[in-house]
C-alpha cells in the first residue's frame, strides 16, 4: 500500500466534512470552506474523527491517486484549519513593494510600476520594503499566486536580483571574464 494513502487524516475540532457517492468533498472550518471534486474510483471513509483513502485494486493508477487524494484532502483540512502562507522576498537596488489597498504594487526595475490585484480567498501582508507573503486557505491558489508575483521579475543568475520564494537559494554564474594574456601575435 502507498506510505502516503494508508495514513488517516486526523480531523481536529471544529472541522465537518461532507462525502458524497461520486467523491465530491466539501470540509468546512474555521477560516472557511473547501470543496473538491476527487476520483470516484477510490473510497474516503469518515468515522471517530478520522478520514481514511482505500483504493479498490494495486494497480498502478490506483496506487497513483491513492497517495494524491489523500495529500489532497489533507491539504483542505489543514487549510480550513490553519491556512498556508508562503513568502517572498525581492532583491536588487531599488526594487521594492508597497501594500495600497488589497493590491501589491511591486517596482522592480521596469519603466513602470506592476500592480498585482489579489484573486478571491487571497490575502497579501507585506514586512517592510522587500519582503511579502501570499495567505490562504486553498494550498495550491496560495503557490499559483506566489508563482505569478515570482514571475513579475524572475531572480537572475548573475547578480541575483528580482523576485525570489523565502529560502529559495539562486545559483550564481561567474561573470565575463577579462582578457588573459594580452596581445595575439
Do not use: W
Request: glycine share 14%; hydrophobic share 30%; net charge positive.
Amino acid at each position: 500500500m502507498s506510505r502516503i494513502g494508508k495514513r488517516p487524516i486526523e480531523l481536529p475540532k471544529g472541522v465537518q466534512v461532507e462525502i458524497t457517492p461520486e467523491n465530491f468533498v466539501t470540509v468546512k472550518g474555521p477560516k472557511g470552506t473547501l470543496q473538491r471534486q476527487l476520483t470516484p474510483e477510490l473510497t474516503i471513509v469518515q468515522d471517530a474523527g478520522k478520514l481514511e483513502v482505500t483504493r479498490p485494486t494495486d494497480s498502478q493508477k490506483h496506487k497513483a491517486m491513492h497517495g494524491l487524494t489523500r495529500t489532497l484532502v489533507a491539504n483542505m483540512v489543514t487549510g480550513v484549519t490553519t491556512g498556508f502562507t508562503k513568502g517572498l522576498e525581492i532583491s536588487g537596488t531599488g526594487y521594492r513593494v508597497v501594500k495600497v489597498g488589497d493590491s501589491l504594487i511591486f517596482q522592480v526595475g521596469y519603466s513602470h510600476p506592476v500592480e498585482f490585484p489579489p484573486p478571491e480567498g487571497i490575502t497579501f501582508a507585506i514586512d517592510g520594503a522587500t519582503k511579502c507573503s501570499v495567505t490562504g486557505i486553498d494550498k495550491e491558489l496560495v503557490g499559483q499566486v506566489a508563482a505569478q508575483i515570482r514571475g513579475i521579475r524572475k531572480p537572475e543568475p548573475y547578480k541575483g536580483k528580482g523576485i525570489k520564494y523565502a529560502g529559495e537559494v539562486i545559483r550564481r554564474k561567474a561573470g565575463k571574464a577579462g582578457k588573459v594574456g594580452g596581445k595575439k601575435k
